[in-house]
């Protein structure tokens, strides 16, 4: 495939992505925006501009320590974050208010990039993890304007996916990088192995280490008074048909449970379908919205709150990492080593495999097979405290020993910035 076939699919596509858009997130007040901001219209800036783009909530946080120091070290300058979810806009505008400016992140065809830079005009574009986008790496690239993938990451899937229906447009695309800093040494090797030039590609480690995110005291006195002094195991991040096995297998084992079992769905507008879902097993369940008390008869509850994972982290005995039991990769189990808890997901982990890696050799963290396995282990851990302080104390030091990734990436970045 080249630029011109790939351009050509994104027209066509075009009309799907518009009505997906208008059809599907036309709930949250920000869809308008959404929908032009995607199609270009934005407001034009006048000041030096910094862009760095964060797909959604995960990401952005993982750029915060990032931001932060972008902020300090050129305040003549504005930041134009953006983000391709709503969640992550509102991320966003919460976090920093009026510091740095929000948008919407454009589709990636030449008569919406075209215009959506040059109204922002930036002296250096910052793309997080695997944004390779052809069309507007090759606008900013014409306009002699930096363009850095950091954090960068990836995977054994994309990998294949990229060898076998894109190379050649791949590989040029990588090529109009200025950076490609990358996670760890396994990703480096694979951008090399897809034609990136090897003085661009900088193995610098991962931002995501460095977060020093914590919990709102608030929220956990808050959740701490509806939990009571049960045990608890939070299911973080569950995406759809997890929560039906996590429910199926529980109600099969739940006389082996002693413990109230808290599942979050990673996407906000799946609340009320899960609540549905648990309803429907026959089990005991409140939602953390209503802010009522588990009493002993309380089995679940539905984790119906945005912005709170930490809190849930830090109220837990143990946590399941989500979307690790479907084939969807996983998703960020740093915030739990952070909290010091022990961790468990299933056998997708493809998004995050080093992380997986280091935790697993590390004795932070146990991989289960499937989702019975998973309901097997629960309660044996939730019994064994002696272990289960240490997988949390090893997964606390797995994330200190590996900080440091902004300092070494801002050093890389300064000199490209103007």
Not at 132 to 139: D, E, F, M, R
Not at 298 to 318: A, F, H, N, P, R
Not at 364 to 391: C, F, H, S
């Amino acid at each position: 495939m080249n630029r011109f076939i790939y351009t050509l699919l994104l027209y066509l596509s075009l009309p799907i992505a518009v009505l997906k858009i208008i059809t599907k997130e036309r709930k949250s007040p920000f869809w308008k925006v959404k929908l032009k901001n995607q199609l270009g219209f934005i407001t034009k800036t006048s000041s030096n501009v910094i862009w760095v783009h964060c797909v959604s909530v995960g990401e952005f946080n993982a750029a915060r320590p990032l931001i932060d120091q972008l902020l300090d070290i050129y305040p003549e300058h504005r930041l134009v974050i953006t983000t391709t979810t709503i969640t992550g806009a509102v991320a966003v505008r919460n976090h920093y208010q009026d510091r740095v400016i929000h948008y919407f992140f454009p589709f990636d065809l030449p008569f919406i990039v075209g215009p959506f830079i040059k109204k922002i005009n930036p002296v250096a574009c910052i793309l997080l993890e695997t944004e390779i986008w052809p069309n507007l790496i090759n606008n900013l690239n014409k306009k002699t304007i930096p363009v850095m993938l950091i954090n960068a990451r990836l995977s054994e899937r994309s990998l294949k996916k990229y060898q076998k229906f894109s190379t050649n447009l791949v590989r040029k695309t990588i090529n109009q990088l200025t950076l490609i800093c990358s996670q760890n040494d396994t990703s480096s090797e694979r951008f090399l192995s897809l034609g990136a030039s090897p003085d661009k590609v900088i193995t610098v480690g991962n931002l995501k280490f460095d977060s020093n995110e914590k919990d709102n005291p608030n929220t956990t006195k808050s959740l701490q008074q509806i939990i009571g002094q049960r045990r608890v195991v939070v299911f973080a991040s569950t995406r759809e048909g997890e929560e039906k096995k996590i429910i199926q297998s529980y109600v099969n084992l739940k006389d082996k449970f002693d413990a109230l079992l808290i599942i979050v769905p990673r996407h906000p507008q799946r609340f009320d379908e899960v609540f549905d879902l648990i309803i429907d097993s026959g089990l005991d369940v409140k939602r953390r919205s209503q802010g009522l008390g588990c009493d002993e008869n309380t089995q679940v509850l539905l984790g119906d709150s945005m912005g709170e994972l930490l809190s849930y982290y830090s109220v837990c005995d143990i946590a399941f990492i989500g979307g690790s039991l479907i084939d969807t990769g996983g998703q960020n189990m740093l915030e739990a080593a952070a909290a010091s808890k022990p961790i468990l997901f299933g056998p997708s982990v493809f998004n995050f495999e080093k992380i997986a890696q280091q935790l697993l050799e590390n004795k932070a963290a146990i991989q289960v097979e499937d989702v019975d396995n998973l309901m097997k282990t629960i309660p044996g851990l939730l019994l064994d405290d002696t272990r289960r302080q240490k997988l949390g104390r090893n997964a606390k030091a797995t994330f200190e020993k590996h900080r440091g990734a902004v300092n070494r990436l801002m050093k890389l970045l300064i000199p490209k910035i103007s």
